[in-house]
């Protein structure tokens, strides 16, 4: 790993070329040395100027602020006159970083290679993690993806290299481990490109989860548009033991808000129960914020996030932290919108699911729930690791129970799957001998990659459509997420957790009183989960996996095969016509919840997420149909027959007919894939019609000259027939605030007319009438 020493007075902490950076400067009479393989050359952060902008800010508004109101509006394009309102007005804000996945990054660098402009604005990076499959073990499965997806990888590597971004190459690790290692720091934002970003809260940043039209902006120096956020403060008290970990806290919390309850906010822990909390473990916190649609997550900079920043080579940055900390923790007296107390002492270890990450139970009371409710008991598999459960800590704590149960002749009865988060976690994990431990025990370590937690698993042990129960340490688990089977039965927990179910084989299993019986048949309780919360000796790095931008790379070439069925290039989508959209087909009147899973599904399509017409051919295949309860088989107008939705909808755009979809509540929650909405712009739809949106999603929609619009009365959901025509009125008359109409025909000739309200500012509005947000950023470069 290069680095360099430096004797300066006053040390600038390089972190990354890009205009308008914040530039941070601090006196430090010694010498420094700065890794500097991790960063791109040029710009620097400066807490002084993210002082001045909150010193700004505070004085207008007149009172204290949250920590998260800091951290956003710190980073405010103009803060002198920025309306800034909770929950009703867009600030303009300048990130300092953008960090991209290597699923997302296809499209949003085709997205920026057709924007025109030569190089990125801000210091960004593409993280190889989502296209490695879990199939034998970790350096099978690795080489195997890199034979797979080598056309994918190039593209990403040259136009990395060409565009200034740098590249973690494939083993390098999930992308949101890397960044907590590399990138985070107290007070930094950061946009990234998968709903996970917020994980980096856990080392007080404001990382958020954006689609890649976002980042396209952000990389080409535009300001970046978000509403304000509300906040939502989580007081913590007393300490976590035992076997109660950092993940019951964002369990208990998803149970408390459900999977909708965050959307606009972002969710603020506070009080003295977060200093028993690990800096990774507050990591595992925010990360799962995302299931309950919160916009980010963020902990105030104290003692463990200094600790961990010095043991990832960052200890000057967590020196100029210490001087400004009254910027990195709340204001006394802040006011939250909404307040939960959670007492750590009290917390019991939890267990949600199935089906959705909001159902949540005590892991004591779980057994009986599952029989009751006709769930299968037995555990098939146990999945640790994953971006939210794979630090050091939770790897340790794993182990500690593991050696326990070898130490009695004990190994898994269900099968056991470990993903190291990082090639340093891989590596370090190795060396210090947990790694053998939990192979010992009937682990499988995986790639240092997503896996089965995007579906990334050629699961073999059941067949589809069999009934069966999988625990896992990740943060998702909507219906066939994981593993494409439907009838999959998925909890999510904490690793200490998962590990315990998976040696006693079944859900009716509580580890605080439970005995297991040893070969011998001596019957033993499991001692609480113990581990370290950062290597006593220095992570071991392993193999570099870095990729540097060169300081000019207009000569690099980035070639995209017209007959690739992996990458296509992008054609602009047609402008607006100037007149309201007559007499639209419903293309799907979906029924229940639907992810974005459901609208854009991963695993086995993951291979065309650089290709929008093929990856269009996964639209809304997961959605059902409420004609007929049925998924991927809906009603074609036209000929009277049914088909799949990809196969209908291409039949309409052949055929000049626009069409609409109609949804119910939390529409398109879960992942930041922009290709949710891409593919029904694709496919010729012109509005998404539902009760409610999740946020990433609706952004997502209106970036790429889609109308997402919500019923005024929830209960006119129940008046559009799957055969009915929709008119959108007052579309030449387009304005903030102001509602639009739907005239809905049906096929009896009879009329309704409702009220369609939308969330368009001015700036969106633009994007609608040139066709996209990218087609709006050509016109005005002209």
């Not at 990729?547 to 290039?569: I, M």
């Not at 402008?575 to 419903?586: P, T, V, Y």
């Not at 149909?625 to 991927?632: F, G, I, P, W």
Request: net charge neutral; hydrophobic share 35%; aromatic share 6%.
């Amino acid at each position: 790993m290069a680095s360099y020493c430096m004797t300066v007075s006053r040390l600038r902490l390089v972190l990354g070329d890009g205009a308008r950076r914040l530039h941070v400067t601090a006196a430090l009479n010694a010498k420094a040395k700065v890794s500097m393989s991790r960063f791109e050359p040029g710009s620097s952060i400066n807490y002084e100027a993210l002082n001045t902008n909150i010193n700004i800010v505070r004085k207008r508004l007149n009172r204290p602020l949250t920590l998260s109101e800091k951290i956003v509006y710190g980073h405010l394009d103009n803060p002198h006159e920025q309306d800034i309102e909770r929950g009703r007005t867009y600030l303009r804000l300048r990130p300092d970083r953008v960090a991209m996945q290597d699923a997302t990054a296809q499209m949003a660098m085709l997205q920026f290679i057709s924007s025109g402009l030569p190089k990125v604005a801000v210091p960004s990076t593409i993280h190889c993690d989502h296209l490695i499959e879990a199939q034998i073990g970790g350096a099978e499965d690795l080489q195997r993806a890199k034979e797979m997806n080598h056309e994918v990888y190039n593209f990403l590597a040259t136009a990395g290299a060409k565009y200034g971004v740098g590249f973690w190459k494939p083993g390098s690790g999930i992308i949101h481990q890397i960044i907590l290692e590399n990138y985070a720091y107290p007070g930094v934002m950061l946009i990234g490109t998968d709903s996970h970003t917020p994980n980096g809260g856990g080392l007080g940043s404001v990382c958020i989860g954006v689609g890649g039209a976002d980042a396209v902006d952000v990389m080409a120096g535009i300001p970046w548009e978000l509403k304000c956020p509300k906040v939502i403060g989580v007081k913590l008290t007393g300490a976590l033991s035992g076997w109660t970990s950092p993940k019951d806290v964002i369990l208990k919390v998803a149970g408390i808000l459900t999977v909708k309850g965050g959307t606009g906010a972002i969710v603020e822990y506070h009080g003295p129960g977060v200093d028993s909390i690990s800096c990774t473990g507050m990591a595992t916190i925010c990360n799962m914020g995302a299931e309950i649609g919160a916009t980010t997550s963020i902990f105030p900079y104290n003692h463990r996030m200094k600790t961990y920043l010095d043991k990832t080579g960052r200890a000057e940055i967590a020196e100029l932290a210490d001087e400004y900390k009254e910027c990195l923790v709340p204001d006394p007296g802040c006011q939250y919108d909404q307040l939960i107390e959670i007492n750590l002492s009290e917390l019991q270890p939890h267990i949600n699911g199935p089906f959705t990450p909001d159902l949540a139970h005590a892991v004591s009371d779980i057994g009986a729930v599952a029989e009751k409710s006709g769930w299968p008991l037995e555990v098939k598999v146990g999945l640790i690791g994953s971006c939210t459960n794979s630090s050091y800590e939770d790897m340790g704590r794993a182990a500690s129970l593991a050696k326990q149960a070898l130490d009695r002749g004990l190994k898994c009865k269900a099968q056991f799957t470990v993903t190291p988060g990082s090639e340093q976690i891989r590596a370090t994990i190795e060396r210090d001998g947990y790694a053998q431990i939990l192979r010992d025990v009937g682990g499988v370590v995986l790639a240092n990659a997503c896996g089965p937690c995007i579906g990334q698993w050629d699961r073999q042990d059941v067949k589809k459509g069999e009934k069966n129960t999988i625990v896992t340490s990740f943060n998702r688990n909507f219906t066939a997420r994981n593993d494409a089977n439907p009838a999959t039965h998925a909890f999510v927990t904490s690793p200490e957790i998962v590990t315990a179910l998976a040696i006693a084989g079944t859900l009716n299993f509580n580890p605080e009183k439970d005995f297991l019986t040893a070969p011998n048949g001596e019957k033993f309780k499991l001692v609480p989960p113990t581990g370290d919360e950062l290597p006593s000796r220095d992570f071991d790095p392993g193999q570099d996996t870095y990729q540097h931008p060169p300081s000019d790379g207009s000569g690099v070439s980035v070639d995209v095969n017209p007959a690739s069925n992996r990458l296509q290039l992008l054609e602009p989508f047609d402008k607006w016509s100037g007149k309201d959209l007559e007499n639209m087909a419903i293309l799907i009147k979906v029924k229940g919840k639907c992810t974005t899973d459901h609208i854009s599904a991963a695993g086995p399509w993951l291979k065309f997420r650089g290709h929008l017409d093929n990856i269009s051919n996964n639209m809304l295949i997961g959605a059902v149909n409420s004609e007929n309860d049925a998924v991927n088989k809906i009603k074609n107008v036209l000929t009277g027959e049914y088909g799949g939705v990809p196969d209908v909808a291409r039949h309409y755009k052949a055929n000049g007919l626009s069409w609409v979809v109609v949804g119910d509540e939390n529409y398109g929650e879960g992942s930041s894939r922009e290709h949710a909405a891409l593919e029904p712009r694709h496919l010729g739809g012109r509005a998404i019609i539902v009760k409610s949106f999740a946020r990433i999603h609706e952004t997502n929609l209106k970036k790429q000259g889609l109308l997402p619009l919500t019923f005024n009365d929830p209960a006119d959901y129940d008046k559009i027939r799957p055969d009915d025509k929709i008119s959108i009125k007052g579309l030449t008359t387009f304005a903030p605030g102001k509602p639009l109409t739907a005239v809905i025909t049906h096929g009896d000739g009879s009329q309704d007319t409702i009220q369609l309200n939308h969330s368009f500012n001015e700036t969106q509005i633009g994007w609608f009438q040139s066709g996209s947000a990218l087609n709006r950023m050509k016109d005005l470069q002209h």
